[in-house]
């Protein structure tokens, strides 16, 4: 070690295997919540010789991640998912630190910095009105709905596919690919992850059922990369392709690079999808969950928005500056159930020290966003969905309440490049559906409304446990304003 400098404290091991059997197996961060108590807000495990480093405050994130965002901007390397699926080579967020990441992320915020927002506006607006008629003739598929038009939005934004259904044949194509990615994925479930050597195991070996599940996987994958790619590429060469990034991109491709153009658009919708659709969703359905357990917040959102927007039309985006409490709710949103809540690992690329402590090489860093948006003392009642917590005593946003985005998004240099696309269809979905629907808790047998409690089941993202929620048109002005929309559509 450098120095002879402590590693940062954390539980005692067992030799050899070190923390291997304190690692929880599921809502790891409800532990890890724990052990910041306990240890502070730099938390060291050793997982059979693989270092861990958990942060736990936005000062232990800031001096890892921005402080020296050279060292900690890496990412770990998992063979199974990265190398045997081939899913690093077109997923920007599993790629090293280095230029193919540079060029990559370039790309991703040339397509959705902040300024050039407003361009998706009537995508965000079209998809919000279609989830009302969706939920106006369907209400009790409210869940499905949310999934669906967080994977339409992103289809359409990035190669101008209209997604009508669920069944659609490139939501299930991209789907398919992104269950293989998880299951691949997933922590210890896969030998070669711990034995890297096994990867030259040849498929027929007996035994080696890893290797012909990644053939598979790996088609299903190209599969999710081509043929959205393939509709648009066809589409120009038709003089019919809608309008989307890939397209704009497409006619931006060199012809003496070909190859390569299409590959770094290929690899922005793989990874916008594998990104921003789960994440997505996940929020608006944790919007659902928040409306059905707080009628409070659900009624005063409402009085907002019938004294800015009025009975005769429906919120816009240049309502947002005048609704300061539906902001606040975005907002509590991210905060109250981070669907990601241990963002995504970084890994250390080379030896360091922070605050006194060694570092090794390799180490995975893992940004603790559940218990920085839990914290007690920057958010009091932090298991309480509060969206006033954002606004002042004359009902503004607050400048002086940490906004929940410093962590919610990830951190450093590898912060998710679409948070403020995700802002705006977040904003578009919630305030449309707060305009028009009630969400209600289901009713028991004895006629009352049942108590749900933030139940969430864990799987790529955090979502919460299905709910038969009642979902209701707020009046039958409201029932006309939806239907309208299908003019305008
Ligand atoms: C509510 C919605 C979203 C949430 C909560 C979310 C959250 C995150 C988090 C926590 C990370 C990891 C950052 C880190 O490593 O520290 C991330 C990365 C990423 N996100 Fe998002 N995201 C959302 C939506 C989106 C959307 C809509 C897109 C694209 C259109 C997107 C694209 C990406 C990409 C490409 C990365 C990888 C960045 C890299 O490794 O350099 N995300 N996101």
């Known amino acids: 070690r450098r120095g002879r400098l402590p590693l940062p404290p954390g539980p005692k091991g067992l030799p050899l295997i070190g923390n291997l059997l304190d690692f929880p197996a599921k809502f790891q961060w409800l532990t890890f919540d724990k052990w910041?108590?306990?240890?502070?807000?730099?938390?060291?495990?050793?997982?059979?010789?693989?270092?861990?480093?958990?942060?736990?405050?936005?000062?232990?994130?800031?001096?890892?991640?921005?402080?020296?965002?050279?060292?900690?901007?890496?990412?770990?390397?998992?063979?199974?998912?990265?190398?045997?699926?081939?899913?690093?080579e077109f997923n920007v967020a599993s790629y090293p630190y280095g230029n193919a990441w540079?060029?990559?992320?370039?790309?991703?915020?040339?397509?959705?910095?902040?300024?050039?927002?407003?361009?998706?506006?009537?995508?965000?607006?079209?998809?919000?009105?279609?989830?009302?008629?969706?939920?106006?003739?369907?209400?009790?598929?409210?869940?499905?709905?949310?999934?669906?038009?967080?994977?339409?939005?992103?289809?359409d934004t990035m190669y101008g596919i209209d997604v009508v259904d669920r069944d659609d044949p490139y939501v299930t194509i991209a789907d398919k690919a992104m269950e293989a990615i998880v299951e691949a994925a997933n922590p210890g479930s896969f030998l070669v992850d711990s034995f890297p050597a096994l990867k030259y195991?040849?498929?027929?070996?007996?035994?080696?059922?890893?290797?012909?599940?990644?053939?598979?996987w790996k088609?299903?994958?190209?599969?999710?990369?081509?043929?959205?790619?393939?509709?648009?590429?066809?589409?120009?060469?038709?003089?019919?392709?809608?309008?989307?990034?890939?397209?704009?991109?497409?006619?931006?491709?060199?012809?003496?690079?070909?190859?390569h153009g299409e590959y770094v658009i290929k690899a922005v919708g793989a990874a916008s999808y594998a990104a921003g659709s789960d994440t997505t969703s996940a929020t608006t359905q944790v919007?659902?969950?928040?409306?059905?357990?707080?009628?409070?917040?659900?009624?005063?959102?409402?009085?907002?928005?019938?004294?800015?927007?009025?009975?005769?039309?429906?919120?816009?985006?240049?309502?947002?500056?005048?609704?300061?409490?539906?902001?606040?709710i975005v907002r509590e949103l991210a905060r109250w159930l981070p669907v990601v809540p241990l963002a995504v690992p970084h890994a250390a690329s080379e030896d360091d020290e922070v605050r006194g402590y060694f570092i090794p090489k390799g180490t995975i860093i893992l940004g603790n966003t559940w218990s920085i948006l839990?914290?007690?003392?920057?958010?009091?009642?932090?298991?309480?969905?509060?969206?006033?917590?954002?606004?002042?005593?004359?009902g503004k946003l607050a400048t002086d309440v940490q906004d929940p985005s410093i962590a919610?998004?990830?951190?450093?240099?590898?912060?998710?490049?679409?948070?403020?696309?995700?802002?705006?269809?977040?904003y578009s979905l919630v305030s449309c559906m707060l305009a028009t629907f009630s969400i209600s808790p289901p009713i028991g047998e004895d006629g009352a409304p049942i108590k749900i409690t933030a139940e969430m089941s864990a799987g790529a993202v955090l979502r919460p446990a299905r709910v038969d929620y009642i979902v209701k048109p707020r009046s039958d002005a409201a029932v006309e304003l939806i239907r309208n929309t299908a003019y305008d559509a």
């Open 201 to 216: 195991v040849p498929s027929w070996f007996p035994g080696a059922e890893f290797q012909r599940k990644a053939i598979r």
């Open 219 to 259: 088609a299903l994958m190209k599969d999710m990369l081509n043929k959205p790619f393939q509709v648009v590429k066809d589409g120009m060469q038709q003089g019919r392709a809608m309008s989307s990034i890939a397209a704009t991109m497409l006619q931006e491709v060199s012809p003496d690079d070909e190859e």
């Open 36 to 88: 910041h108590e306990q240890y502070g807000d730099i938390v060291y495990l050793n997982l059979a010789g693989q270092s861990l480093v958990i942060l736990g405050s936005p000062e232990a994130t800031s001096a890892f991640f921005d402080q020296k965002s050279g060292v900690y901007s890496d990412r770990p390397r998992f063979v199974m998912v990265n190398e045997l699926i081939g899913w690093e």
């Open 408 to 426: 919610a998004f990830g951190y450093g240099r590898r912060i998710c490049p679409g948070r403020h696309f995700s802002d705006g269809s977040v």
């Open 287 to 328: 919007f659902a969950l928040a409306m059905a357990m707080h009628p409070e917040v659900q009624a005063r959102a409402q009085a907002e928005l019938d004294a800015v927007v009025g009975p005769n039309r429906l919120p816009d985006f240049d309502d947002r500056p005048n609704l300061p409490y539906v902001n606040a």
């Open 374 to 394: 839990r914290d007690p003392v920057r958010y009091p009642d932090p298991d309480q969905f509060k969206p006033e917590r954002f606004l002042t005593k004359d």
């Open 102 to 155: 540079r060029e990559l992320r370039r790309v991703f915020h040339q397509q959705y910095h902040s300024g050039v927002i407003p361009r998706y506006y009537p995508i965000f607006r079209r998809h919000a009105h279609r989830l009302l008629r969706n939920l106006l003739a369907q209400p009790k598929d409210i869940e499905h709905h949310l999934l669906h038009t967080a994977s339409a939005i992103i289809l």
